[in-house]
């Protein structure tokens, strides 16, 4: 069932609900209301019988003008001995004047049906002087005029429902579809999007008043948005890859086509070409690794987080890498310590990328500065090497970009290194700053949020 029919009919579910609810109410609240001011009447009537002086005397009971003048039309009027019998009786409708006598030692009133029509009844005792009881007053009407008007209420009551039903349908189809317009809007250019394989927008239009649709327009945008960049990165990567892949695979396939020519007489080819093969097949297996690092970044379980302190983990690495490259790295800290949030592993990877940047790149020593504050953690890596030209600095982090193809390659470097770093970076939600001259040394700014663990 389409969401359109699914809101009408929940709409007319609930208007004739309410309607139903409404109406009972308006017709048994009339009822009420006429039914109360028809027994007041009754009793206003007997109160000015009751001040008849010969009714307070009990004289000429059985005056048959006695009632008369407080006769109307649909009424009977009867004055009933304390024994049952009826002593007077004034009435022209046939069916009032069979209702049979009901005695009654007290004031009563109420609503009754006779012959299926409703009256309203209301019977007082009569006391002479010595307050002993002779007899009773009783007045019974006709609710004929009542119960016309209570029909008339009925019929307007049913065709103002059936009236705000069939508004309701035609309004709510139509509300329906202005409001799913932009929706199917959207479906149609998903199938358009599926169908030709080509990714578009949707234009918002200015007369839409509905401000959750534009945010839902705005929304899918922002996703067509991603996905062109997403889509623009990815033929960006193979395209890069490719090329990364097929410099080393054409040094390889060269060389042992070489090596199958002359290796075999030739020792100094042979030499050459398995030296070759195996520094190409090393670039190879970190082109590969790195590739598989960044599409293991991707997924949003990629971090493992714990508590630790930072400090200690770039002191470590400091040391391991200073007996390997006989390098001075010095790691300075306003603290003893510095206890960050993070995943301890993608961390230390961090420092590793840019801590070997550093060594490449220049050859005095490298200085590492730890600091603090209420809401984040600073690290700055600062070296004195060849620095970077500042129209570069925008492209530092872009997969396969170098800044001098020829050095990087010469030492190893697959332009990942600082993609990889970035991405650690961005899914710790911290910010990574360069600032760098030529010659003059280059400086590398990580701030990471304070967070519990």
Request: charged residues 25%; proline residues 2%.
């Given at each position: 069932?389409?969401?359109?029919?699914?809101?009408?009919?929940?709409?007319?579910?609930?208007?004739?609900?309410?309607?139903?609810?409404?109406?009972?109410?308006?017709?048994?609240?009339?009822?009420?209301?006429?039914?109360?001011?028809?027994?007041?009447?009754?009793?206003?009537?007997?109160?000015?019988?009751?001040?008849?002086?010969?009714?307070?005397?009990?004289?000429?009971?059985?005056?048959?003008?006695?009632?008369?003048?407080?006769?109307?039309?649909?009424?009977?009027?009867?004055?009933?001995?304390?024994?049952?019998?009826?002593?007077?009786?004034?009435?022209?409708?046939?069916?009032?004047?069979?209702?049979?006598?009901?005695?009654?030692?007290?004031?009563?009133?109420?609503?009754?049906?006779?012959?299926?029509?409703r009256v309203v009844y209301l019977r007082v005792p009569l006391y002479d002087k010595n307050m002993n009881l002779t007899g009773m007053?009783?007045?019974?009407?006709?609710?004929?005029?009542?119960?016309?008007?209570?029909?008339?209420?009925?019929?307007?009551?049913?065709?103002?429902?059936?009236?705000?039903?069939?508004?309701?349908?035609?309004?709510?189809?139509?509300?329906?579809?202005?409001?799913?317009?932009?929706?199917?809007?959207?479906?149609?250019?998903?199938?358009?999007?599926?169908?030709?394989?080509?990714?578009?927008?949707?234009?918002?239009?200015?007369?839409?008043?509905?401000?959750?649709?534009?945010?839902?327009?705005?929304?899918?945008?922002?996703?067509?948005?991603?996905?062109?960049?997403?889509?623009?990165?990815?033929?960006?990567?193979?395209?890069?890859?490719?090329?990364?892949?097929?410099?080393?695979?054409?040094?390889?396939?060269?060389?042992?086509?070489?090596?199958?020519?002359?290796?075999?007489?030739?020792?100094?080819?042979?030499?050459?070409?398995?030296?070759?093969?195996?520094?190409?097949?090393?670039?190879?297996?970190?082109?590969?690794?790195?590739?598989?690092?960044?599409?293991?970044?991707?997924?949003?379980?990629?971090?493992?987080?714990?508590?630790?302190?930072?400090?200690?983990?770039?002191?470590?690495?400091?040391?391991?890498?200073?007996?390997?490259?006989?390098?001075?790295?010095?790691?300075?800290?306003?603290?003893?310590?510095?206890?960050?949030?993070?995943?301890?592993?993608?961390?230390?990877?961090?420092?590793?990328?840019?801590?070997?940047?550093?060594?490449?790149?220049?050859?005095?020593?490298?200085?590492?500065?730890?600091?603090?504050?209420?809401?984040?953690?600073?690290?700055?890596?600062?070296?004195?090497?060849?620095?970077?030209?500042?129209?570069?600095?925008?492209?530092?982090?872009?997969?396969?970009?170098?800044?001098?193809?020829?050095?990087?390659?010469?030492?190893?470097?697959?332009?990942?290194?600082?993609?990889?770093?970035?991405?650690?970076?961005?899914?710790?939600?911290?910010?990574?700053?360069?600032?760098?001259?030529?010659?003059?040394?280059?400086?590398?700014?990580?701030?990471?949020?304070?967070?519990?663990?």
């Amino acid at each position: 069932m389409t969401l359109r029919k699914r809101f009408t009919l929940f709409t007319i579910f609930w208007l004739i609900f309410i309607l139903i609810l409404f109406n009972i109410f308006v017709y048994f609240y009339v009822i009420k209301i006429t039914s109360r001011s028809e027994e007041q009447l009754l009793m206003n009537k007997v109160n000015l019988l009751l001040e008849n002086k010969r009714i307070q005397q009990m004289s000429s009971l059985d005056d048959p003008h006695l009632l008369s003048e407080f006769y109307n039309v649909n009424e009977m009027i009867r004055i009933v001995s304390s024994t049952g019998n009826v002593i007077n009786q004034i009435g022209s409708d046939e069916e009032l004047l069979s209702i049979p006598v009901s005695f009654s030692w007290n004031n009563s009133s109420g609503i009754d049906n006779y012959g299926g029509k409703r009256v309203v009844y209301l019977r007082v005792p009569l006391y002479d002087k010595n307050m002993n009881l002779t007899g009773m007053l009783e007045i019974v009407r006709k609710l004929n005029v009542l119960d016309s008007y209570l029909q008339i209420l009925v019929g307007a009551l049913v065709v103002t429902s059936l009236g705000a039903v069939l508004f309701a349908i035609f309004g709510t189809y139509w509300f329906t579809s202005r409001l799913l317009a932009p929706i199917s809007h959207m479906v149609q250019t998903m199938r358009e999007i599926d169908r030709s394989g080509k990714l578009r927008q949707i234009e918002l239009s200015s007369s839409e008043e509905s401000a959750e649709l534009q945010q839902l327009i705005r929304a899918f945008n922002q996703m067509i948005e991603r996905l062109e960049r997403t889509f623009e990165r990815q033929k960006r990567f193979v395209a890069d890859a490719s090329h990364e892949l097929k410099t080393p695979l054409t040094v390889i396939s060269s060389y042992a086509g070489m090596l199958k020519r002359w290796g075999r007489d030739d020792e100094k080819v042979r030499d050459e070409a398995i030296e070759a093969i195996s520094n190409e097949a090393q670039r190879l297996q970190n082109l590969t690794k790195s590739m598989l690092v960044l599409a293991e970044a991707e997924q949003e379980d990629w971090l493992r987080l714990s508590s630790f302190d930072v400090v200690k983990v770039i002191d470590e690495l400091a040391g391991m890498l200073n007996t390997t490259f006989q390098r001075t790295i010095r790691v300075q800290s306003e603290r003893n310590g510095v206890t960050i949030v993070a995943d301890k592993d993608k961390i230390r990877q961090l420092f590793v990328i840019l801590l070997d940047n550093a060594i490449k790149y220049s050859k005095e020593p490298i200085s590492i500065t730890v600091s603090s504050n209420k809401n984040s953690v600073r690290i700055d890596v600062k070296d004195k090497g060849i620095g970077i030209p500042e129209q570069e600095i925008p492209h530092l982090f872009e997969r396969f970009y170098r800044v001098d193809g020829a050095r990087s390659r010469a030492t190893g470097g697959v332009g990942l290194g600082l993609s990889i770093a970035k991405r650690i970076v961005e899914l710790h939600n911290g910010h990574i700053d360069v600032f760098s001259k030529p010659n003059q040394g280059t400086t590398i700014v990580l701030q990471f949020p304070k967070k519990n663990n």
